[in-house]
Nanobody, 128 residues
């Protein structure tokens, strides 16, 4: 069965760094995107970054220059290196995988009938 698991969330001071990991297993896509979204309660789900199976990377304007998405050689683990963290980066971060991922806001993050496969989310808290 398809499984997506995030890890690496936690707390950091503003200006600090955290690295999130996303491990996906059980999929047989030849071509896919793995992406990161985040959501604050009461707000829409914000697209953060994506990486294609070919290694192309994409970033939202809010994180460009501060976050870096990468994948390991086996392509089943993707990392989100978050530097120069700001208090507004505080959110639950979700990893998703699908043939192609939207790079636009969503009504909500997570599965529940939405496209692709999603992890359970990991909390990131940045204090100023």
């Amino acid at each position: 069965a398809m499984r997506v698991v995030e890890s690496g969330g936690g707390s950091a001071q503003a200006g600090g760094s955290l690295r999130l990991s996303c491990t996906a297993s059980g999929f047989t896509y030849d071509s896919f995107d793995i992406g990161w979204y985040r959501q604050v309660p009461g707000n829409e789900c914000e697209w953060v970054s994506s990486i294609s199976s070919g290694g192309d990377t994409y970033y939202s304007d809010s994180v460009k220059g501060r976050f870096t998405v990468s994948q390991d050689g086996g392509k089943n683990t993707v990392y989100l290196q978050m530097n120069s963290l700001k208090s507004e980066d505080t959110a639950v971060y979700y990893c998703a995988i699908d043939y192609s991922l939207p790079r636009s806001p969503l009504r909500y993050c997570g599965g529940g009938g939405q496209f692709g496969y999603w992890g359970q989310g990991t909390q990131v808290t940045v204090s100023s």
